[in-house]
């Protein structure tokens, strides 16, 4: 069933992309303007609507995670909302689904620096494991090997717990106020490097997954 939504809805929103649809978006918060990470090529996917889909998916004032539960659901919505179209198939482009998937880097950058805008390195990683817990399901579903399964599992368990925990301190920031101070001290925004590529690799070899290594460090044709 399709989701109606109206103006008030996205009111909240920190970057209200909803209004303006047709309006450049760095020309419409040039605070974008002043990050790479929101000027690189991102091939044939239209950067106005690639950054439109970041402000739906990511933005902490969003309407889509209080009405849509499952993860790529809500990916599917915002892509909608951003203007991405579907074939007669009601399929989006290969494009548009491999970055759905998290398999364009430049577009995982840019979702780690706008989530860096909030000024919540809880809010950034609880969203970062909450897509690497859905990534590992359906692996843990689709295999049949048992040192496979049994490696996913201990993910899954380590994914719960971390979210778990971060959805105490990002919901309810009254508990564990000194774990928050020491996630603080441990990484500055600015110097994350946190695909969810990176974020799988850490957790499979045992390690912390930020141990503060220099961001950005990725390179992309400027648009003219």
């Given at each position: ?31 974008f ?18 950054i ?40 989006f ?27 919540d ?17 359906v ?21 719960t ?13 009254e ?50």
């Amino acid at each position: 069933m399709a989701l109606t939504w109206i103006k008030n809805d996205f009111k909240d929103m920190h970057f209200n992309v909803w209004e303006n649809q047709r309006r450049d978006l760095i020309e419409m918060f040039p605070v974008f303007a002043d990050y790479v990470e929101f000027n690189v090529n991102i091939g044939k996917l239209n950067r106005n609507k690639v950054i439109r889909y970041v402000c739906f998916m990511y933005d902490k004032g969003s309407p889509l995670p209080k009405k849509i539960d499952n993860i790529w659901q809500m990916k599917l919505e915002a892509a909608t909302l951003a203007g991405f179209e579907m074939d007669r198939q009601k399929r989006f482009s290969d494009d548009v689904n491999e970055m759905l998937a998290g398999k364009i880097k430049a577009v995982n950058h840019m979702i780690v620096r706008f989530l860096s805008f909030f000024h919540d390195i809880n809010f950034m990683t609880y969203k970062m494991y909450k897509e690497k817990y859905f990534d590992v399901m359906v692996q843990l579903k689709e295999s049949k090997d048992p040192k496979v399964l049994e490696s996913l599992l201990k993910s899954v368990k380590t994914l719960t717990n971390e979210i778990s925990l971060l959805e105490g301190k990002i919901f309810y920031p009254e508990d564990s106020e000194y774990l928050i101070q020491a996630m603080y001290e441990q990484a500055e925004f600015e110097e994350l490097e946190l695909t969810p590529e990176f974020i799988a690799d850490r957790l499979e070899k045992g390690l912390p997954v930020v141990d503060n290594p220099p961001y950005g460090k990725y390179s992309g044709e400027k648009f003219e």
